[in-house]
């Protein structure tokens, strides 16, 4: 696969770049070692200071990394804005925590007699230079919730990014050398997903990281359980939105809106089966499909544009072949399922689009869709959302709309999802871990778990 800029709004093909030589690759494996053994004695307040530089660096970037991204895969103007902000606030916040997060923790003095030690505690050291292997749809957040807290806990970290997303990648790598970090401590390798098992076997690399689909997962943590590695593993998501009928309706509706077409409908974390009970399944419906249909899809550099174009042509295909085969299985479309005319000359752009009648033997009730699709489903009760919610072999998030405590308490103990998110969307948040069950993977980003993910958890114990 080229390593290339291709603007999905247009299909131009913008910036190649070459591949790393296997040469080139081994000079940046062998300074990522060279630095680590320096840099992880550094200081958490050293390392606070750099980290905070780099969020005032990237804030004023903020404007013209937007427009890379927006160029690179698609995603409107604005949220890309909102997520360089984003990123630059997650590096201030494991700038101020981290020292605490990762403070000596020390047995009570009982135990510590029990034991037969004099003194006790746990430590968390840094494991070393850890593989990021990230993808195109948050080019910059995915990797900074990865390389901020792999940073403050003194790791040194290699990023191999989406090939479609170069020009992010390689700012990445200079905004840290910009904000002062040593040469090494965080490196981006252009290559191709091909190399990336000889990389993770090299002795140097301590760990892995993946955000990605489950194929791309189920690889690495082959490779890496092969050689006795740490990972974590961030991959796909059909998230359930239920709503109930003491739910406040109208704001679940439009809340459903950006839920769905967040990112172009290209998220993990987007809600994506929308299953709603029956005593107010028309209102929301009826609702839905009106914001669906509102939305203004077209250049994604426009300020005024809701929906850009999905970031890969074959991310259309993809899409349109999961929405052709529910309507040749029965589903109802109740809008979009096309691309938009009048941009059917141009770019990868589809409308956004819902989904009902969907029934359990559609693809679409199984897979993961990656752009602006919705399904609708009408249930009976909780009983019945919960069983639809948990049909599927994901499990990131999860949202629940209701005014019944009831209800809460039930969804949050069936729910089988890493997040569980009441009268709300699905958001991501430095101190609030991230992470899923079943196929969505296994490990935590963000917060205390997160930074801890990538530490050797060490027992001191000292006799008398």
């Given at each position: 696969?080229?390593?290339?800029?291709?603007?999905?709004?247009?299909?131009?093909?913008?910036?190649?770049?070459?591949?790393?030589?296997?040469?080139?690759?081994?000079?940046?494996?062998?300074?990522?070692?060279?630095?680590?053994?320096?840099?992880?004695?550094?200081?958490?307040?050293?390392?606070?200071?750099?980290?905070?530089?780099?969020?005032?660096?990237?804030?004023?970037?903020?404007?013209?990394?937007?427009?890379?991204?927006?160029?690179?895969?698609?995603?409107?103007?604005?949220?890309?804005?909102?997520?360089?902000?984003?990123?630059?606030?997650?590096?201030?916040?494991?700038?101020?925590?981290?020292?605490?997060?990762?403070?000596?923790?020390?047995?009570?003095?009982?135990?510590?007699?029990?034991?037969?030690?004099?003194?006790?505690?746990?430590?968390?050291?840094?494991?070393?230079?850890?593989?990021?292997?990230?993808?195109?749809?948050?080019?910059?957040?995915?990797?900074?919730?990865?390389?901020?807290?792999?940073?403050?806990?003194?790791?040194?970290?290699?990023?191999?990014?989406?090939?479609?997303?170069?020009?992010?990648?390689?700012?990445?790598?200079?905004?840290?050398?910009?904000?002062?970090?040593?040469?090494?401590?965080?490196?981006?390798?252009?290559?191709?997903?091909?190399?990336?098992?000889?990389?993770?076997?090299?002795?140097?690399?301590?760990?892995?990281?993946?955000?990605?689909?489950?194929?791309?997962?189920?690889?690495?943590?082959?490779?890496?359980?092969?050689?006795?590695?740490?990972?974590?593993?961030?991959?796909?998501g059909s998230d359930p939105y239920v709503v109930m009928p003491s739910a406040d309706?109208?704001?679940?509706?439009?809340?459903?809106?950006?839920?769905?077409?967040?990112?172009?409908?290209?998220?993990?974390?987007?809600?994506?089966?929308?299953?709603?009970?029956?005593?107010?399944?028309?209102?929301?419906?009826?609702?839905?499909?009106?914001?669906?249909?509102?939305?203004?899809?077209?250049?994604?550099?426009?300020?005024?544009?809701?929906?850009?174009?999905?970031?890969?042509?074959?991310?259309?295909?993809?899409?349109?072949?999961?929405?052709?085969?529910?309507?040749?299985?029965?589903?109802?479309?109740?809008?979009?399922?096309?691309?938009?005319?009048?941009?059917?000359?141009?770019?990868?752009?589809?409308?956004?689009?819902?989904?009902?009648?969907?029934?359990?033997?559609?693809?679409?009730?199984?897979?993961?869709?990656?752009?602006?699709?919705?399904?609708?489903?009408?249930?009976?009760?909780?009983?019945?959302?919960?069983?639809?919610?948990?049909?599927?072999?994901?499990?990131?998030?999860?949202?629940?709309?209701?005014?019944?405590?009831?209800?809460?308490?039930?969804?949050?103990?069936?729910?089988?999802?890493?997040?569980?998110?009441?009268?709300?969307?699905?958001?991501?948040?430095?101190?609030?871990?991230?992470?899923?069950?079943?196929?969505?993977?296994?490990?935590?980003?963000?917060?205390?778990?997160?930074?801890?993910?990538?530490?050797?958890?060490?027992?001191?114990?000292?006799?008398?």
């Amino acid at each position: 696969m080229p390593i290339a800029t291709v603007n999905p709004a247009t299909g131009e093909t913008l910036r190649t770049y070459d591949t790393l030589s296997p040469e080139a690759v081994e000079e940046k494996l062998s300074l990522a070692s060279r630095t680590f053994d320096t840099y992880r004695t550094s200081t958490f307040f050293d390392r606070a200071r750099l980290l905070q530089q780099a969020a005032d660096l990237l804030e004023a970037d903020a404007p013209d990394i937007a427009r890379v991204m927006t160029t690179e895969m698609g995603k409107p103007v604005a949220a890309a804005r909102a997520e360089a902000t984003k990123c630059a606030r997650t590096m201030r916040w494991y700038a101020q925590n981290a020292q605490d997060l990762l403070a000596d923790e020390h047995p009570s003095d009982q135990d510590v007699k029990d034991s037969g030690a004099a003194r006790a505690l746990v430590r968390y050291r840094p494991l070393g230079v850890v593989l990021a292997v990230m993808p195109w749809n948050f080019p910059l957040w995915q990797v900074v919730r990865f390389a901020a807290p792999a940073l403050m806990a003194g790791n040194v970290g290699l990023l191999k990014h989406a090939s479609n997303v170069p020009q992010t990648a390689l700012y990445l790598e200079d905004l840290f050398r910009r904000a002062g970090f040593p040469e090494g401590c965080f490196q981006t390798l252009l290559i191709g997903s091909g190399a990336v098992e000889g990389i993770l076997r090299d002795e140097r690399v301590a760990a892995a990281t993946l955000t990605g689909s489950e194929p791309a997962g189920r690889s690495v943590a082959a490779i890496a359980g092969d050689e006795v590695k740490k990972t974590v593993l961030e991959l796909g998501g059909s998230d359930p939105y239920v709503v109930m009928p003491s739910a406040d309706v109208a704001r679940a509706a439009r809340t459903a809106v950006t839920a769905r077409v967040q990112n172009n409908g290209q998220s993990c974390i987007a809600a994506k089966r929308f299953i709603v009970h029956e005593d107010v399944f028309e209102e929301f419906r009826d609702a839905f499909v009106a914001g669906m249909r509102e939305l203004r899809v077209g250049d994604p550099l426009d300020e005024a544009t809701d929906v850009g174009p999905l970031a890969s042509e074959q991310g259309r295909k993809d899409l349109e072949e999961l929405v052709d085969d529910a309507v040749e299985s029965g589903a109802t479309v109740l809008c979009g399922g096309q691309r938009p005319k009048d941009l059917a000359d141009r770019g990868w752009f589809y409308e956004p689009t819902v989904l009902a009648d969907v029934t359990p033997e559609m693809r679409i009730h199984r897979e993961e869709t990656f752009g602006p699709v919705a399904t609708l489903y009408r249930v009976t009760g909780l009983d019945q959302a919960i069983e639809v919610a948990n049909d599927t072999p994901f499990g990131l998030s999860s949202n629940l709309w209701t005014g019944d405590e009831a209800d809460i308490d039930r969804f949050v103990q069936d729910s089988q999802a890493g997040g569980v998110f009441v009268n709300g969307m699905t958001a991501s948040h430095p101190a609030l871990p991230f992470g899923g069950a079943k196929r969505s993977g296994y490990g935590r980003e963000l917060a205390g778990h997160g930074i801890k993910e990538f530490c050797n958890i060490t027992t001191v114990w000292v006799g008398a």
